[in-house]
């Protein structure tokens, strides 16, 4: 018998970082679709700025500073796409551009590249435009549609009135297909859906991390709600702000989620608790942002705690 000695991997699949972030563009098209429709031209531009920067950026990052020369793998387009659509239509084109170039140039290039970065560049991006530009980043107006300009009346997002704390005055179903003043890509909870069922069908995520997060923002806003309908309360805190975008779109971000089984779960639990915290105590409304990037920084400890079980073996892997 003939045996081949080579080094490993061994399996080997048809997945590339190319097809991954295609797959991942096409899931963001409901929702950014959705967003331009909803708030109008500012939309695009904002995502259009958030783009162009994103892939200059990145070239120019790969060119002088990582010098590997290598082709675009569209990783910047999805981290341009989901920093805009974590955006009011509302942002400057100008803050929006600092975002996109923090987000490569810092978040991303300077720690090595695709893969190599420990936070999620996107929301670190936000993070820093919350703290410096946070004017700019709580102004939310009346939905224009497809030709306004998202200019004219300013309005409360219904997790601004979850504050008081009292339900939205916008209905369960405004807020499941996105009928809701909010950053571009996270008021139709529908698109988002749509978007998850798409990387869940061509195997680019798995459900555990998602699950996870929204399954503890649900049991947590339900026992711990604050008005008489629970379960409206917990309805409105899981289709209110990003949740659904962080859940699906973020917190499954491989570089910087853990890679057992058993770690993902930990890690969505962990991403629930702390977005229902900062919710509940924190400055903002909205604690998704903050919540993933903590427990970004702490998924390698996740992975380190929570070992897969070696087959044969009684404990963890070593």
């Known amino acids: 018998m003939n045996l081949t000695v080579s080094s490993s991997p061994h399996i080997r699949g048809n997945d590339s970082t190319r097809r991954i972030m295609r797959d991942v563009n096409i899931a963001l098209l409901p929702a950014l679709l959705f967003g331009i429709y909803h708030f109008g031209v500012s939309a695009a ?100 549609g497809l030709l306004g300009t998202a200019d004219a009346v300013t309005a409360a997002t219904p997790l601004h009135h979850m504050v008081m704390p009292a339900l939205p005055e916008q209905s369960l179903l405004d807020m499941f297909l996105g009928n809701i003043p909010g950053c571009i890509g996270e008021v139709s909870t529908l698109a988002l859906l749509i978007g998850g069922a798409y990387l869940v069908y061509r195997r680019v995520i798995s459900l555990r991390i998602p699950l996870a997060y929204l399954g503890t923002v649900a049991v947590l806003t339900l026992v711990f709600h604050k008005t008489d309908n629970a379960i409206a309360w917990t309805l409105y805190s899981l289709m209110g702000g990003g949740v659904m975008l962080g859940a699906i779109f973020m917190a499954t971000d491989y570089a910087t989620s853990p890679v057992t089984p058993l770690g993902q779960v930990v890690y969505g639990i962990g991403c629930g608790i702390l977005t229902v915290v900062f919710r509940y105590y924190g400055l903002y409304p909205e604690g998704v942002t903050y919540a993933i990037l903590i427990m970004n920084g702490l998924s390698w400890a996740v992975d380190k705690w929570t070992p897969p079980v070696l087959f044969g073996s009684k404990g963890g892997a070593a």
């Open 45 to 144: 531009i904002v995502t259009a700025v958030c783009i162009v920067c994103a892939v200059v950026t990145e070239l120019a990052a790969n060119r002088f500073l990582i010098r590997d020369h290598r082709e675009l793998d569209g990783s910047a387009v999805v981290t341009g796409m989901l920093l805009a659509l974590t955006l009011p239509a509302t942002t400057p084109w100008w803050v929006a551009a600092i975002g996109s170039v923090f987000a490569i140039l810092v978040v991303k290039a300077m720690c090595g590249g695709l893969g190599q970065n420990a936070f999620n560049p996107a929301l670190a991006a936000r993070a820093l435009l919350m703290l410096v530009f946070p004017t700019y980043l709580v102004r939310y107006f009346e939905p224009q």
